[in-house]
């Protein structure tokens, strides 16, 4: 079935280490996001990417880094550098078009801890 | 940036009572959705609606594009939609910017 496959789906991370969430989709999409949602609150943009080997920084991007080095896989790498990594990360991806508009989909998420 | 507001921010319905949820956003807006939040995270797509009215079982949106909000209807309600509800708009930059959200309940 065509979707959004986000691993791992829990994830604990020492304080000082770098951790990569993947994200791959077989949806054929061009546009692919990562957003971060706290406890009770709505979802924020880190990155997204348009097309393959290019992306741009969303409203939180300190502290995280992405590659777009394939048109199916955008991961997310959570630097040391981010203070408060502890959250829900999704992925997303769309092809937006004039016609058939810019649907949005999103992968099942991944919790991460930091320990 | 593009504010998005979202109300209520919480609502608890007895099972088979129909609300209404709103969205608010302050600027012209290429494409809206409305999405479902289920209690283990993951978002389901309700409606792509930049305008105009769209159904879909007991679940009804309207966006009324000039005026700048959008509605969502959930008539019926079943304990199964509860959840938070959200809208995101994007303004046609990639880049879809989240409500904060309305929680519901709905009691058996």
């Given amino acids: 079935d065509g979707g959004i496959t986000q691993s791992p789906k829990y994830l604990f991370r020492k304080e000082g280490q770098n951790v990569t969430l993947s994200c791959e989709q077989n949806l054929n999409h061009d546009a692919m996001y990562w957003y971060r949602q706290d406890p009770g609150q709505g979802l924020r943009l880190i990155y997204y990417s348009q097309i393959v080997n290019d992306f741009q920084k969303g409203d939180i991007a300190e502290g995280y880094s992405v590659s777009r080095e394939k048109k199916e896989s955008f991961p997310l790498t959570v630097t040391s550098a981010q203070k408060n990594p502890t959250a829900f990360y999704l992925c997303a991806s769309n092809t937006p078009t004039w016609t058939s508009g810019n649907t949005i989909y999103f992968g099942e998420g991944s919790w991460l801890t930091v320990v | ?108």
């Fill in chain 2, 1 to 108: 940036g593009i504010q998005v507001e979202q109300s209520p921010p919480d609502l608890i319905l007895q099972e088979g009572a129909n609300s209404t949820l709103r969205c608010n956003f302050s600027d012209s807006v290429n494409n809206l959705q409305w999405f479902h939040q289920n209690p283990w995270g993951q978002l389901i797509n309700l409606f792509y609606i930049p305008s105009g009215t769209k159904q879909n079982g007991r679940l009804s949106a309207t966006t009324v594009a000039t005026e700048r909000y959008s509605l969502l209807y959930i008539s019926s309600s079943q304990t199964t939609d509860s959840g938070v509800y959200f809208c995101a708009v994007d303004s046609g930059t990639y880049k879809y910017i989240f409500g904060t959200g309305t929680r519901l309940k709905v009691l058996a």
